[in-house]
C-alpha cells in the first residue's frame, strides 16, 4: 500500500495579502505610544480613527476614509478625555457614533458631523460615569441597538444602556483585570479573559457564569467566538513561554479541544474571525506576520492555509466590516495596520484569487448588516435573535435608518460638606492632579490681584468720603 500525502480542498488556500499603494495610506499619524496591550484603531465604512499620543489628556483621530496621503500636524482631534484613550469602538449601526474610555475612569459617546472633523472635539455627545477605576474595553452587542459594555480595572464589567444614559447590569464575577471580551453571533453570551489566568462564559443579562475553565497551563490573553460553531478560540502562552492557541467547546470548558503552538516570540497574539467564510487570522503584536487558516467543525478544526509577511511591525490592527469591502475585487477582509516607527496607516486586503470579474457568491454568502434587530428593551427583557443579514452583490449604498439620540438627564447632585461631589470631581491621574493644581495655582495668583485692585479702591474711596466730610463742615 503506497503512502499518500493528504491535500485539503480550500477555495481559500491561495488567498494573498495586498498592501495598499503608498498614496492610499495614511501617513504623518502620530499614534500613541501607550503600552495597553489594545489595537488603538478603529474603522467603519467612512471613518478610521485612531489613537494618538498627546501632551495632558487623551486623544484621537477620526479621518474619512477617501482622506488618504499625508494628515497635516494640527488635524482636528477627539480629545475631552483627561487621562489617556485605552480603547475606541465604532457604533455596528450607526457609522458616526464611536465609544472611547480612558485612565480617566470614563466612557464617552462621540457624534462624528458629516464629513468628518473641521475643529477639535472636546465635549461628547454623552458622558458616562461608573467604575471606580480606569476603563480599558469598551465593546457593542452585536445585534441591539444602544447596549454597550464596558470593562474596568475595578475588575467590573457594566451594560449600559445608551437610551437612557445608566448602566443598567453589573457583571462582579472576575478576581483581576479582564483582558478581552467576546460576544457570540446573537450577543446572548458572553466570554471574558481575565488576568486571573481564567476563561469565563458568562450569561450577560444575569451575570451568571455557564462555564468556567482554569488555564494553568495555557495561559489566556484573548478570545473570540468562532460563529456558529458553539467553539471559543483563546489565544495565549503555554508553560514553556511559547505562545499558543487553544479551541474550545463553549458548552464543556473542562479541557481544550486542541491545543497548537505557534513561535517562541514574546509578543501578544490578536486573533480575527471571518464567520462568513470561516477563516481565522492570527496577528502577532510587534511583528510583522498575520497567518490564516481555516476552521471546521471536525477534525483537525484548524487547517493552515499561509502567511502574510512583511519587515513592519504592527503595534495594532482595524478590521473593516464586510460592507466596507471591494467585493469586485474579491476582497474577503481589510485590515489596517499601525506602524509607530513610520507614523503610517496601511491598509492590508486579504484576496481570493479568482479570473472572473462577476460577483462571487460562493464567498460572499449573506452577512450582518447596519440595522439591529432588537432594541434594548427587547434584550434586557430576555429576547434573543441573530442578526439582520444583507447582501453585498449590488454593493452597499444603503445607509442605516438609525440615528442616536442622547438621553436628557436630570442634574444630580451628592453633597459633602457642602461640597458637589459629581460637580467637583476628584482628580483620577497624576496628569488631571497637575493640571488642577496649576489651573489653583492661576485662579488664586487671579484672586489675589482682585483683591489687591479691591483693598486699592476701598482706600480711595474713603479718601473720598473724607474729603466729602470736611468740605461740608467748612460749608
Not at 509577511?309 to 490592527?317: E, N
Request: hydrophobic share 35%.
Amino acid at each position: 500500500m503506497s503512502w499518500r500525502p493528504q491535500y485539503r480542498s480550500s477555495k481559500f488556500r491561495n488567498v494573498y495579502g495586498k498592501v495598499a499603494n503608498r498614496e492610499h495610506c495614511f501617513d504623518g499619524v502620530p499614534i500613541t505610544k501607550n503600552v495597553h496591550d489594545n489595537h488603538f484603531c478603529a474603522v467603519n465604512a467612512r471613518f478610521l480613527a485612531i489613537v494618538t499620543e498627546s501632551a495632558g489628556g487623551g486623544s484621537f483621530l477620526v479621518i474619512p476614509l477617501e482622506q488618504t496621503g499625508r494628515i497635516e500636524p494640527n488635524y482636528p482631534k477627539v480629545c475631552g478625555h483627561q487621562g489617556h484613550v485605552l480603547d475606541i469602538k465604532w457604533n455596528p449601526f450607526i457609522d458616526n457614533i464611536i465609544a472611547s474610555c480612558s485612565e480617566d475612569t470614563s466612557v464617552r459617546i462621540w457624534e462624528i458631523p458629516e464629513g468628518g472633523l473641521k475643529r477639535n472635539m472636546t465635549v461628547a455627545l454623552l458622558e458616562l460615569h461608573g467604575h471606580s477605576r480606569r476603563v480599558g474595553l469598551v465593546e457593542w452587542h452585536p445585534t441591539t441597538n444602544n447596549i454597550l459594555l464596558s470593562a474596568g480595572y475595578d475588575y467590573k464589567v457594566l451594560i449600559w444602556n445608551l437610551d437612557v444614559g445608566e448602566p443598567v447590569k453589573m457583571i462582579d464575577c472576575h478576581s483581576d483585570v479582564i483582558l478581552c471580551m467576546s460576544f457570540n453571533t446573537d450577543g446572548s453570551l458572553l466570554t471574558t479573559t481575565c488576568k486571573d489566568k481564567k476563561l469565563r462564559v458568562i450569561e450577560p443579562r444575569s451575570g451568571r457564569v455557564l462555564q468556567e475553565a482554569n488555564c494553568k497551563n495555557h495561559r489566556v490573553n484573548r478570545v473570540v467566538y468562532l460563529g456558529n460553531m458553539k467553539r471559543l478560540l483563546t489565544t495565549g502562552v503555554s508553560r514553556w513561554n511559547t505562545r499558543q492557541i487553544a479551541l474550545w467547546d463553549q458548552e464543556d470548558l473542562s479541557m481544550p479541544l486542541i491545543e497548537e503552538e505557534i513561535d517562541g516570540l514574546s509578543g501578544l497574539l490578536f486573533p480575527f474571525y471571518d464567520a462568513d467564510t470561516h477563516m481565522l487570522y492570527l496577528a502577532g503584536k510587534g511583528d510583522g506576520n498575520i497567518r490564516y487558516y481555516e476552521v471546521s467543525t471536525e477534525k483537525p478544526y484548524l487547517s493552515y492555509l499561509m502567511e502574510f509577511r512583511s519587515p513592519a511591525p504592527q503595534k495594532g490592527l482595524g478590521v473593516m466590516p464586510k460592507h466596507g469591502l471591494d467585493v469586485s475585487a474579491c476582497e474577503v477582509f481589510r485590515f489596517y495596520k499601525l506602524v509607530t516607527l513610520k507614523g503610517l496607516i496601511e491598509p492590508i486586503s486579504m484576496i481570493v484569487p479568482r479570473r472572473s470579474d462577476s460577483y462571487q457568491e460562493d464567498i460572499y454568502p449573506m452577512t450582518p448588516g447596519t440595522e439591529p434587530a432588537l432594541t434594548p428593551d427587547e434584550w434586557l427583557g430576555g429576547i434573543n435573535r441573530d442578526p439582520v443579514l444583507m447582501s453585498l452583490k449590488e454593493g452597499y449604498k444603503k445607509s442605516s435608518k438609525v440615528v442616536f439620540k442622547a438621553p436628557i438627564r436630570e442634574k444630580k447632585s451628592i453633597v459633602v460638606n457642602g461640597i458637589d461631589l459629581l460637580e467637583n470631581v476628584p482628580p483620577r491621574t497624576e496628569n488631571e492632579l497637575l493640571r488642577m493644581f496649576f489651573r489653583q495655582q492661576d485662579e488664586i495668583r487671579r484672586l489675589k490681584e482682585e483683591l489687591i485692585q479691591k483693598d486699592i479702591r476701598l482706600r480711595q474711596l474713603q479718601l473720598e468720603l473724607n474729603n466729602l466730610r470736611n468740605s461740608s463742615k467748612n460749608c
